[in-house]
């Protein structure tokens, strides 16, 4: 039987259970009642800081931040409920899907996966509340696939640390109320002589600590995206993450992140397929609907094919993560697959709605737009071919 959706032809809704469904459909509801209305201008004029923060506030109201880790305020739902909020958050904007991704993935996982139980207590709370925001400073100016490369150093001065460096595409970073910030120490002795790589909490407003917005984007501007500047920036003791000391770290807050995009990036797809759907349905060409032509078909059924096999995907790797047993090569399978063929979707669907497809007036170009940045952050489409090519023939070749 086919699904709640007239697009499941295969009925794959079926496979969610009844808890799954029910969060699926409140942030469905959720992102048609208060962030599509403001979807067009948000993406024209740009996310502005207050708006940033009041859906944050709204978001975390919902329970949707940091909801698949356990306690200090967080929901604690399972991983496949995760990927289907950010799969309707990003049917609304990736921004959007963003916003809670940056917070819950990598801000909140890494202070509740790494942290000491004095910084679990001081921010998680306010973070899944929405009340404090989080960014992730891992990508520099010249070390974004490769963060190993990273230049910014902690340095020992007495018990403080402090940073020098610049992090470079740091989505909510001038508007954020912490930093995690990832650097090296800059101590021969550490480690292989090249110092660890070790995170830090940098609460705004820190002395050296400075955040500029990135303008002019074409893409995600339903986002805030900054640089963060560290010159000198002093740090108490207690200041460092004291779980990891490794590009394990970070990685591993990836991972997370990774995950929800999986799922994410089949929402933005399935908003266009909606869309294109109604408007052949209803657009006359050549005094027939579009939809008769064998063409718009052809393309409909497509790409029907492949939102429904991304899901399926999603789906399998929520399964294994919920299970405990998910790889990170499998993740990056995941991403792989589903962004790159959700911005296929996107462009295709846009192909269907003509002139009219160009505009704000229609999701499909918006959607293409933003999945050209989600095809780059989190990864971008070559590095996770290399860990699949890496997983299969056992050479890297990063090194
Ligand atoms: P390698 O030498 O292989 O490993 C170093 C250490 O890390 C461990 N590791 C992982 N751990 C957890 N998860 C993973 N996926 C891991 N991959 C590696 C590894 O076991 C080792 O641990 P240890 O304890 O032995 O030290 O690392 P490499 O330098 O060769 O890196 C491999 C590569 C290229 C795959 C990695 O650097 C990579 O993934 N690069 C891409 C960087 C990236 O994705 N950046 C994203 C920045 S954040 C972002 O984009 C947010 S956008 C959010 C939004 O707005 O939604
Ligand atoms: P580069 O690494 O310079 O890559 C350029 C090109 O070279 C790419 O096509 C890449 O695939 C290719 N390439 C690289 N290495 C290889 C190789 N070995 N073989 C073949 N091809 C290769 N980062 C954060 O830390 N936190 C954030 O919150 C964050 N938010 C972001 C928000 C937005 C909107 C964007 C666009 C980016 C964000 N990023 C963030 C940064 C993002 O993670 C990086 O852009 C990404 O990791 C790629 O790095 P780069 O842009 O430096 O590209």
Redesign the pocket.
């Known amino acids: 039987t086919a699904g709640v959706s007239p697009l499941d032809l295969l009925g794959v809704d079926h496979l969610l259970g009844e808890d799954e469904r029910d969060i699926q459909d409140t942030v469905r509801r959720f992102v048609d009642d208060r962030v599509r209305p403001h979807l067009a201008d948000w993406y024209e004029s740009g996310l502005d800081g207050g708006a940033a923060r009041e859906l944050a506030r709204e978001a975390g109201a919902l329970g949707l931040m940091g909801m698949h880790l356990d306690g200090y305020g967080c929901a604690g739902t399972n991983a496949v409920s995760y990927g289907l909020a950010c799969m309707e958050l990003e049917a609304g904007d ?2 959007v ?3 809670v ?2 917070q819950g ?2 801000a909140m996982y890494a202070i509740r996966t790494f942290g000491s139980e004095e910084q679990k207590q001081r921010w998680l709370p306010g973070m899944a509340e929405g009340s404090l925001i989080g960014c ?1 400073g ?2 520099e100016p010249d070390f ?5 490369g990273m230049r910014t150093r902690a340095r020992r001065d007495g018990d403080d640390w402090v940073l020098d460096g610049t992090k470079m ?1 740091i ?1 909510n970073g001038s508007i954020a109320d912490v930093a995690v910030v990832w650097a090296r120490i800059e101590d021969p002795a550490d480690g292989d002589g090249q110092g660890a790589v070790r995170g830090f909490l940098v609460p705004a407003g820190t002395p050296g600590f400075t955040a500029g917005e990135v303008t002019r984007k074409l893409s ?1 501007r339903a ?1 805030v995206t900054s640089e963060l500047v560290l010159d000198g920036v002093r740090l108490p003791a207690d200041a460092v993450l004291p779980e990891v000391a ?3 770290g ?6 997370e ?2 995950f929800g ?1 999986t799922f994410g990036a089949l929402g933005a797809a399935r908003d266009c397929l909606h869309t294109a759907v109604d408007y052949a349905r209803s657009r006359e060409v050549f005094d027939r609907p579009l939809a008769s032509f064998q063409l718009t078909q052809a393309k409909l059924a497509d790409m029907t094919l492949e939102l429904q096999k991304g899901f399926l995907l999603a789906m399998h790797l929520g399964r294994l993560k919920d299970a405990g047993d998910v790889e ?2 499998q ?2 399978l995941g991403k792989l697959n589903n962004v790159r063929e959700a911005l296929d979707i996107a462009r295709e669907c846009r192909t269907i709605l003509g002139a009219s497809g160009i505009t704000l007036e229609y999701p499909a170009l918006r959607h293409a737009n933003n999945l050209e ?2 095809l ?5 489409s070559e ?1 996770h071919q ?2 699949v090519g890496q997983a299969l023939t056992g050479e ?1 070749a ?2």
């Not at 970070?250 to 991972?255: F, G």
């Open positions: 990736s921004g899907r963003s916003l991704s940056v993935s990598l992730f891992l990508t974004g696939s490769n963060p190993a595409w989505t995600l986002s490794s590009l394990r970070p990685l591993s807050c990836l991972n992140a990774r995009i990170p090569r993740v990056s940045s989600v780059t952050y989190e990864g971008t590095v290399l860990v890297s990063f090194t």
